[in-house]
T-cell receptor, first 117, second 118 residues
């Protein structure tokens, strides 16, 4: 079962709102990822969790706050976002390679389409 | 530095035509992995194939085939007898093994939008 689920599918929020995106996988993967994808662009890596610890933060603004409560769940907490943060947010998971590297296949969820007004 | 180039931004074909999507990559690592993903309008990135740098054997899966050539640093993807359901954006991606110091995270090309018309 190569399924990654994400909720909600769509989210509209104001710049003063606080919201959270959720991602879940039950494939036993120990790496989980958040990507941001703007229209007509490839996904851009935001965060990586390895063994439930944050291993990569691609200089993402602090208004995005990731959390990995356990090996199956990944959250992205949103606060004080800007209209330019409107995008498709994709979650992915993968096994970890040798020495904890990330070259194994990533499986993606359907994404959350976020609109910030 | 690693880089993936998909020179074709958009391709439009008529159903049943064959179409090849090009992918050229750059890496200094001897061990690396290449991927193709499909992104239909719904948004989900669907994994299609993963290839490691030591396996240059071409692969066929139904109407899909991949041609990996290290000599030209290319990993091209061909769809035979295209169908309307093949319409999507296709991304080629590279991941290094990490022994050169990188974390091995995915480097995506810019994608090729394929439109298959009936």
């Amino acid at each position: 079962d190569t399924e990654v689920t994400q909720t909600p599918k769509h989210l509209v929020m104001g710049m003063t709102n606080k919201k959270s995106l959720k991602c879940e996988q039950h494939m036993g993967h120990r790496a989980m990822y958040w990507y941001k994808q703007k229209a007509k662009k490839p996904p851009e890596l935001m965060f990586v969790y390895s063994y439930e610890k944050l291993s990569i933060n691609e200089s993402v603004p602090s208004r995005f706050s990731p959390e990995c409560p356990n090996s199956s769940l990944l959250n992205l907490h949103l606060h004080a976002l800007q209209p330019e943060d409107s995008a498709l947010y994709l979650c992915a998971s993968s096994p970890l390679g040798l020495a904890g590297t990330l070259q194994e296949t990533q499986y993606f969820g359907p994404g959350t389409r976020l609109l910030v007004l | 530095a690693q880089k993936v180039t998909q020179a074709q931004t958009e391709i439009s074909v008529v159903e049943k035509e064959d179409v090849t999507l090009d992918c050229v990559y750059e890496t200094r690592d001897t061990t690396y992995y290449l991927f193709w993903y499909k992104q239909p309008p719904s948004g989900e990135l669907v994994f299609l194939i993963r290839r490691n740098s030591f396996d240059e054997q071409n692969e066929i899966s139904g109407r899909y085939s991949w041609n990996f050539q290290k000599s030209t640093s290319s990993f091209n993807f061909t769809i035979t007898a295209s169908q309307v359901v093949d319409s999507a954006v296709y991304f080629c991606a590279l991941s290094e093994a990490g022994d050169g110091g990188s974390q091995g995270n995915l480097i995506f090309g810019k994608g090729t939008k394929l439109s298959v018309k009936p």
